[in-house]
Each structure stands twice: as structure tokens, then as C-alpha cells.
């Protein structure tokens, strides 16, 4: 696609709930990052991948976060046992990869998490 | 570790006049990139510009233009002239050149133009 798509776009959770939010990148991005944007704040970083190899998960602020890319295009980010806490705005970007000066990270819409 | 600052939180100026948002930065690497970001009210975080820290060379993109000096750590963004559709949540950020590839933000300037 022309961008970076992600789904749902907003997601009401109960507490305790299991959810999922997906993010396609665009196409021939080798890194994909997830950050965490709460209200009235600048995004945050969780995680991010190189392909399908996740580099660094040193954001993830609890064990109830995982994220994956299996086949390097495609990832999920899943939060078990929702907590209110975690009611935010989940961003999804992709880049080129590599780190070059020339890199950058394109930015999904978002996907608006509100837990109950 | 890196850290940005946005100090301004929220501006307002009436359409037309100029604007200035700053960012002031925090590493101790000598290689790194900075970007700015706009976020309007749908929420998707739109590209703006790019800087590498080994080039000081002032830009200008129409109405937007961006000085960059390291001597006080800064990167601030001028809008001339400006308009109703600049409305939005600024957002500055940092990039090492090496290790994680992540952007670190500021906390955003949200710019509010009246008509």
C-alpha cells in the first residue's frame, strides 16, 4: 500500500482483556517500530524490528506486551489482561532500516486503545 | 541517554503572523539525526524534515524553515505567513547514528492558528 496501515483504529477493552492491534508496514520497509502515545504526550518507544528479528523490546513496559513479525512484513502487538493504564494511542512506523542519515520513519494512523 | 525538550506546551498566534517552535536536545553522541513531525487532529504523525548532526546548513521549504545550530543544542522551526491548516501538535525528535534505530520525542507544541 501507499502507506502504513494499522487495525483496528480504535479498540474499547474491558479490563482483563486480551487485544491485538496490527500494522502493515509499507512495502520493502525493512524496520518496523510500535510506540506508545498517551494523552497530551510525545510517543514513547516499545519496540522494534529488523525483518522478522525483534532488536530491542526494552520499551515494552510489562511482561502482559508482546510483539511480533514472523515473516518480516506484517507485525502484531498484543497486550494480555488489559489494565486501564494501558489506555493510549498505539503507533505503528516503518522505515527503509539500516540507520542511514537518508532513513525514516513513516507513521500509521494509530490505533486508539481505551480500556474500561 | 537522549532526551528532547519542547518547552513551549501550547501556542497560539493570529493567521498571518509568524511563529517560532523550539527544541532543544540532549546526547552525547556526535552523530545523530533530528526530525520534526506534525500531527493534526486525525492523529497520524506526518514527516517533515530530517537533519544529520555534521550538517549546520540552515532549510527552507516555502513557508517552513529550520535552524539548526549545535552550539546550544537546538533545532527550531519557523512558520511564515501562518495558515489555518497549521493547526496541530508539533513533535521533535532525535535519532542516534548508532545502536537502536528509535526516535526519541519531544512532548509537542500544539499550535493553534486563529482565523
Known amino acids: 500500500g501507499a502507506g502504513v496501515s494499522q487495525s483496528p483504529r480504535y479498540k474499547v477493552a474491558k479490563r482483563g482483556q486480551d487485544v491485538a492491534l496490527r500494522c502493515d508496514p509499507i512495502s520493502g520497509h525493512v524496520s518496523l517500530f510500535w510506540y506508545q502515545q498517551a494523552l497530551g504526550q510525545g510517543p514513547e518507544f516499545l519496540t522494534y524490528f529488523q525483518n522478522e528479528a525483534q532488536l530491542d523490546k526494552s520499551g515494552l513496559p510489562s511482561d502482559r506486551f508482546f510483539a511480533e513479525r514472523p515473516e518480516g512484513s506484517v507485525s502484531t502487538l498484543k497486550i494480555q489482561r488489559t489494565q486501564q493504564e494501558d489506555s493510549a494511542v498505539y503507533l505503528c512506523a516503518s522505515s527503509l532500516g539500516g540507520g542511514s542519515w537518508a532513513d525514516t520513519q513513516y507513521f500509521g494512523p494509530g490505533t486508539r486503545l481505551t480500556v474500561l | ?115
Do not use: M
Not at chain 2, 532543544?24 to 539525526?33: A, L, M, S
Not at chain 2, 517533515?48 to 549545535?70: A, M, V
Not at chain 2, 527550531?76 to 542516534?96: E, G
Open chain 2, 1 to 115: 541517554a537522549q532526551k528532547v525538550t519542547q518547552a513551549q506546551t501550547e501556542i497560539s498566534v493570529v493567521e498571518k503572523e509568524d511563529v517560532t517552535l523550539d527544541c532543544v536536545y540532549e546526547t552525547r553522541d556526535t552523530t545523530y539525526y533530528l526530525f520534526w513531525y506534525k500531527q493534526p487532529p486525525s492523529g497520524e504523525l506526518v514527516f517533515l524534515i530530517r537533519r544529520n548532526s555534521f550538517d549546520e546548513q540552515n532549510e527552507i521549504s516555502g513557508r517552513y524553515s529550520w535552524n539548526f545550530q549545535k552550539s546550544t543544542s537546538s533545532f527550531n522551526f519557523t512558520i511564515t505567513a501562518s495558515q489555518v491548516v497549521d493547526s496541530a501538535v508539533y513533535f521533535c525528535a532525535l535519532r542516534l547514528h548508532f545502536g537502536n534505530e528509535k526516535l526519541t520525542f519531544g512532548t509537542g507544541t500544539r499550535l493553534t492558528i486563529i482565523p
